[in-house]
T-cell receptor, first 112, second 116 residues
Framework: DTGVSQNPRHKITKRGQNVTFRCDPI?????LYWYRQTLGQGPEFLTY????????KSRLLSDRFSAERPKGSFSTLEIQRTEQGDSAMYLC??????????FGQGTRLTVV | AQSVTQPDIHITVSEGASLELRCNYS??????LFWYVQSPGQGLQLLLK??????LVQGIKGFEAEFKRSQSSFNLRKPSVHWSDAAEYFC??????????????FGAGTILRVKS
């Protein structure tokens, strides 16, 4: 068990480009969460999967954001037509049922 | 609405001194409560959690926290701070809808500085 893994760790992109992040949860965890953290703030919930089903999406998740978790394993978060306001740390977490969530190291996105 | 307040944005303590970080929450039912720590540019590491039972919970790295329902608080304490404890600390409450898993609401964090 190597914990929650996120790739890439850092991403710099030009405004208007699309980006995709990957999260590999702890292998036996059936729940997977995406959070966004901006400077000076705590993480904010974006979306949540139980196995392959996306069960909830925050209003923070605009139409430019899409998340998938094919086969209930790894997950991807795609941001289309990036904007400077999308610059943030994107954190993935996983848990087994209602136990505590374990977080990955995050992907730091900078939109220039 | 569910919310978490961490009143102190920054706290500075001397190495070896005791530490208390404050956390107050607003939640409509019995909450799950967590403290996470984050080093610069890193993800979050779970320090401790409260689900039920004994209101004084022990965590890793010598931290403990006490759940006080009457005060809606879950303050984090450590009797003697080490320089390596310098980091940002987040209090969180969940779940928000048990049938949808334990998504969390976080406070804005408290940055701990340790002076030698």
């Amino acid at each position: 068990d190597t914990g929650v893994s996120q790739n890439p760790r850092h991403k710099i992109t030009k405004r208007g480009q699309n980006v995709t992040f990957r999260c590999d949860p702890i292998s036996e965890h059936n729940r997977l969460y995406w959070y966004r953290q901006t400077l000076g703030q705590g993480p904010e919930f974006l979306t949540y999967f139980q196995n392959e089903a996306q069960l909830e999406k925050s209003r923070l998740l605009s139409d430019r954001f899409s998340a998938e978790r094919p086969k209930g394993s790894f997950s991807t978060l795609e941001i289309q037509r990036t904007e400077q306001g999308d610059s943030a740390m994107y954190l993935c977490a996983s848990s087994f049922k209602n136990t505590e969530a374990f977080f990955g190291q995050g992907t730091r996105l900078t939109v220039v | 609405a569910q919310s978490v307040t961490q009143p102190d944005i920054h706290i500075t303590v001397s190495e070896g001194a005791s530490l208390e970080l404050r956390c107050n929450y607003s939640y409509g039912a019995t909450p799950y409560l967590f403290w996470y720590v984050q080093s610069p540019g890193q993800g979050l590491q779970l320090l401790l959690k409260y689900f039920s039972g004994d209101t004084l919970v022990q965590g890793i790295k010598g931290f403990e926290a006490e759940f006080k329902r009457s005060q809606s608080s879950f303050n984090l304490r450590k009797p003697s701070v080490h320089w390596s404890d310098a980091a940002e600390y987040f209090c969180a409450v969940g779940p928000l809808g048990r049938e949808y898993g334990n998504k969390l609401v976080f406070g804005a964090g408290t940055i701990l500085r340790v002076k030698s």
